[in-house]
């Protein structure tokens, strides 16, 4: 059943942080007393900045989203990360490696039209029209806690439809035992995935993977929006993976296919730094990064662009009663 639209500041009214604080930000620079002759901050301090206020110091133009229809998610009491922080801090390499890089270089990315081939163990191996999936399918709205794995977490808004409600359709076989996603590979685009340097030393295109229970799970889900429009290049349009048990690295964005298959496929992160990122990357505040605690972490939330709380990561992200089962049995400081 579809519901009305909600706009998007209906959602969250007192958790949307002042724009002054994004629109001021010549100010808060000039106040650090590094605003140049011309006006603008030296570019390296600019990035430095940039890192603290979490937002974006060249204040580019975003590119247009457009309104989505959705069931909205049940009530919550998780306090809402406010918009312009989910979408001015943001890892996507492909777009540079700072947390600003990707909302300053990703806006010409031409996300429309967009295609998905859905491949591999499949009866029916076909492509889709994502635009056309955005229209056909009953986007329903998740809020979900999101934990990166360098120890900051966010709470957002997701629009999106169940994974397995596509993948069902392409009626997957009883060998495929795990699912692979690949990004745009596009280096014209893309400037990460021209400069080892730039794109952070990761081999492009960007792969994920998931176990086909994994992929199969209800809290498994493609979102197409965020925050009650189409997402914004920066967080991956205009589709993305989102599984919100896991850390934030599995969820791929800018996905152009999606290949069944019968053993583990390689992920990004794990090729990149074995003995740091795992394939499971399950949260887990019992299993420490080699060089940092997973205990606990940063939340983004309300208040200025200095402020974080900090707070105990929970197991699974705190979606333990719902996926804690997919496991069992597993030595998960081995399977990490
Ligand atoms: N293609 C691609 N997908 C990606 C990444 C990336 O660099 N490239 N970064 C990942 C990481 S490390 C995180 S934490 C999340 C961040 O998603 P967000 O910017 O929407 O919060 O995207 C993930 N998906
Ligand atoms: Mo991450």
Not at 309 to 334: C, H, I, P, W
């Amino acid at each position: 059943m579809l519901i009305k639209k909600r706009v998007s500041h209906e959602i969250a009214e007192n958790s949307v942080t002042p724009e002054n604080i994004y629109l001021n930000r010549r100010s808060i620079l000039k106040s650090f007393g590094i605003v140049t002759a011309s006006g603008l901050a030296m570019p390296s301090q600019a990035g430095f900045l940039d890192n603290l206020l979490g937002g974006s110091a060249s204040e580019v133009p975003q590119a247009p989203r457009k309104p989505l229809e959705y069931r909205p998610d049940k009530p919550t009491d998780l306090s809402l990360t406010p918009e312009p922080k989910v979408i001015n801090h943001n890892n996507f390499y492909e777009f540079g490696t700072s947390k600003t890089d990707p909302a300053e270089n990703s806006q010409h990315l031409k996300t429309e039209p967009w295609t998905l081939t859905i491949e591999g163990e499949v009866e029916n191996p076909g492509v889709v029209d994502v635009w056309e999936l955005m229209q056909q399918s009953n986007l329903e709205e998740r809020i979900y806690r999101m934990r990166c794995v360098e120890a900051w977490s966010m709470v957002i808004p997701w629009l999106g439809l169940e994974l397995n409600t596509l993948l069902k359709k392409f009626k997957p076989t009883s060998r495929a035992k795990y699912v692979a996603f690949e990004t745009l590979y596009d280096p014209k685009q893309m400037p990460g995935q021209r400069s080892r340097h730039f794109g952070g030393g990761i081999a492009y295109p960007y792969v994920e993977g998931l176990r086909i229970d994994e992929a199969m799970h209800p809290l498994t889900i493609l979102a197409v929006g965020l925050y009650g429009k189409t997402l914004p290049t920066q967080n991956g349009a205009p589709v993305r993976l989102v599984v919100p048990w896991k850390y934030g690295f599995k969820g791929i964005k800018s996905i152009v296919k999606i290949r069944l298959t019968e053993k583990q496929p390689p992920t990004s992160w794990n090729l990149l730094a074995p003995h740091e990122y795992g394939f499971y990357a399950n949260v887990n505040p019992e299993v420490d990064h080699p060089r940092w605690s997973q205990a606990s972490e940063r939340f983004i939330g309300e208040g200025g662009p200095f402020s974080s709380t900090r707070q105990k990561t929970l197991m699974f992200n705190g979606y333990a009663e719902q996926v804690a089962s997919l496991y069992s049995g597993m030595d998960l400081k081995k399977y990490y």
